[in-house]
């Protein structure tokens, strides 16, 4: 549906707040907005990356068009190192540039900047006038290819552009959300999709320093205009005038997206990135009460062969169960005494590593069998599914920081009665060296029945342990990994994409000292 005005009393404003390659993410949302839940908006403002999206909704996109967009695009391709300044160290120009960039976004979106002058959406793109030392709020009907490269031109990452003899730049450190110019044009709603990291974890580094600099900036100014917002409606709701004169209601989807805002060179991360911003969108829709149609499942891997490309490996799983519900140390200690031991001998099948990369889910087949003797000997697995390294959620929020893999199991016993192994690896850094534990271990619990995960709380539990990988067990799945495809292209693909996947989950969580985000 249109992001244009429509019959409503209330005027309302979208906020396409920046954050870098983040806005992959924004561009997810703006599916479930406008196309699923058919939002509309008399005004729309961008700062930094978000008028990359303002860009193509003024050209007429629709919200599932714009992320189609960021999900074919590859990012590698707009690389481009400011190599000739690096001789000048001391005043060099910028570490990259965006002409690369420039073509690229050419060739992936499509960019027409006489379309976009034409648009009829009131519209502004926040620029920032270094000569003039000013903010501006462009219109479309001035937009062009140099003034969107100046809305996202980050100081020192990037040159600035000098149109009609002004050098402009990003305006990220005066504001990456313009609320005000919402409520000058009259907003009595505004509606904000903020990626801007709020964690509040400092690390150190010249590059962490950069950008948790921008987020000190960007977190204060917002935060300062919406309290000036929520004052205001307070001294309204007292009887007196307040600030703005009118009620303003605010809308504000805050989200931690697992994209570092200029190092993310991974396409899969990207697409991934905006299918997140979707189911998110969708789950904010819910929660708001905001009725929606319908979407897509997932939209399809963009970059994906004609015939899908999969993979297969096996893992073994060994440990000790006891009967009832226990803290698993205790009951992995009391079925060693016991004598209960269990093993799991799984096959994992991910048919299409496209799909399966790019979903937040990550959600693979398991097949193979439960061995324990207690339960009957070998069992087979009906069914099971198997999710890789999940986002963590703390208080409600993602928390891309700490990971999970997830084992559903449904099988049953030798008397016939239905069961379900639900694991858990947690994937969090902690003091020492935890990858190998945090990887190799599964707490479990087995249920009475084949269950959802949703009606586990109410479930009854037959046995609770722990399973582990040994390391020879551990060497031998690695010489499982098998990748199906109709060329050694294809099978080579799939297992890089894979690779790439695992490493760059395994980087947001212990890797961060060195980069927020895994760049791959």
């Known amino acids: 549906m249109s992001a244009l005005r429509s019959e409503r009393s209330t005027k309302r404003s979208l906020i396409l707040a920046g954050g870098g390659m983040k806005v992959a993410f924004q561009a997810g949302v703006l599916e479930v907005w406008l196309d699923e ?5 008399d005004h729309v403002d961008g700062a930094s990356g978000g008028t990359l ?29 400011n190599l000739e300044e690096y001789i000048k160290p001391l005043h060099a120009e910028s570490i990259a540039t965006l002409d690369r960039f420039r073509m690229a976004i050419r060739e992936a979106w499509r960019l027409d900047f006489g379309a976009i002058r034409e648009s009829p959406l009131d519209a502004t793109f926040n620029v920032y006038n270094f000569t003039k030392h000013a903010l501006e709020a462009l219109p479309p009907s001035v937009m062009t290819e140099d003034h ?30 313009n609320l005000e110019e919402a409520i000058r044009r009259g907003a009595d709603e505004i509606w904000v ?69 200029v190092l993310a060179l991974s396409a899969d991360r990207l697409a991934e990135a905006v299918n997140l911003g979707v189911r998110e969108a969708r789950a904010w829709c819910d929660a708001n009460g905001i009725p929606r149609k319908p979407g897509r ?53 991910v048919d ?27 069992l087979r697995i009906e069914r099971g599914t198997f999710n890789l390294l999940l986002d963590q959620r703390t208080g409600g929020a993602l928390d891309p920081t700490g990971k999970h893999m997830l084992y ?14 639900s694991g858990r690896k947690e994937v969090r850094d902690e003091p020492g060296l935890d990858l190998w534990d945090d990887t190799s271990t599964l707490t479990t619990r087995i249920y009475r029945g084949h269950i959802s995960a949703a009606l586990e709380p109410a479930a009854e539990v037959v ?58």
């Open 37 to 41: 839940a058919g939002l509309s908006f």
């Open 297 to 349: 499942d997932l939209a399809p891997d963009e970059r994906a062969p004609k015939a899908p490309h999969g993979l297969s490996f096996s893992e073994v799983m060994k440990g000790y169960i006891a009967r009832g519900d226990h803290p698993h140390d205790e009951a992995f200690a009391r079925g060693k005494r016991e004598g209960t031991p269990l093993e799991a001998h799984l096959t994992i099948t």
């Open 408 to 421: 559903r199991l449904f099988f049953r016993d030798g008397r016939g009665r239905a069961l379900t192994l």
């Open 193 to 261: 999709i903020w990626t801007v990291s709020e964690r509040g974890d400092w690390k150190d580094g010249f590059i962490a320093h950069y950008f948790q600099i921008i987020e000190m900036a960007a977190n204060s100014n917002f935060r300062r205009v919406v309290r000036r917002i929520e004052d205001s409606n307070a001294a309204i709701a007292r009887g007196e005038p307040g600030e703005f004169n009118r009620v303003i209601r605010l809308h504000i989807l805050r989200a931690e997206v697992p994209v570092h805002y």
């Open 352 to 378: 299409a590593v496209g799909r399966f990369v790019t979903s937040p889910e990550h959600e693979a087949e398991v097949e193979g069998n439960i061995v324990c003797d207690a339960l009957g000997g070998a």
């Open 53 to 81: 999206n303002l860009a193509m909704l003024c050209q007429g996109l629709s919200g599932s068009q714009i992320a189609d967009s960021w999900r074919r695009f590859d990012p590698r391709l707009g690389l481009d190192l």
């Open 148 to 177: 969107l490269m100046a809305a996202i031109s980050l100081p020192m990452w990037f040159p600035p552009v000098v149109i009609g003899g002004d050098t402009y730049v990003d305006s990220v450190y005066s504001t990456d959300a």
């Open 463 to 520: 046995a609770s342990g722990i399973l582990r990988i040994h390391l020879l067990d551990f060497m031998r799945q690695l010489t499982t990994f098998r990748a199906h495809g109709e060329t050694a292209a294809d099978r080579r693909e799939a297992l890089l994409r894979f690779g790439r996947l695992f490493l760059g989950k395994l980087w947001d969580v212990y890797g961060r000292d060195v980069l927020a985000y895994g760049p791959f």
